[in-house]
């Protein structure tokens, strides 16, 4: 079945950086919006960036915007996220999933998650 694994999160300090890479099965997945979401226990699962077919269009959410940077390689079938000047607060288990607007808010479309990739900055 279609699946993604992502890799790359470690522990850093503020301010230092990370980069994200989200391996899809195969260029199936990589045909929709693809996205990034991150998860602190007890809350739930938040929209971080998305990036559509062509790397033309992205959309952050506010509190990472001008930071992270998303981008593609569809001949790879891999997403990235580049993590710069991260803050303790950006602490998360970061997921990738196709991603899907409904209303004003993105979502995970795959029907299930992978196993993330834990991102932990120290203050």
């Known amino acids: 079945q279609a699946h993604v694994v992502e890799s790359g999160g470690g522990l ?3 301010g230092g950086s ?3 890479s989200c391996a899809a099965s195969g ?3 990589m045909r929709h919006i693809m996205g990034w979401f991150r998860q602190v226990p007890g809350k739930e699962r938040e ?10 269009s992205t959309y952050y959410t506010d509190s990472v915007k001008d930071r992270f940077t998303i981008s593609r390689d569809n001949a790879n079938n891999t997403v990235y996220l580049q ?3 991260l803050k303790p607060e950006d602490t998360a288990v970061y997921y990738c999933s196709p991603t899907e607007m409904y209303g004003s808010n993105w979502y995970g479309t795959m029907g299930y998650w992978g196993q993330g990739t834990q ?3 120290s203050s």
């Open 18 to 20: 990370l980069r994200l």
């Open 27 to 29: 260029p199936i997945i």
């Open 83 to 85: 993590m710069n000047s």
């Open 119 to 121: 991102v932990t900055v």
């Open 12 to 14: 850093v300090q503020t």
């Open 47 to 56: 929209f971080v960036a998305c990036i559509d077919y062509s790397g033309s």
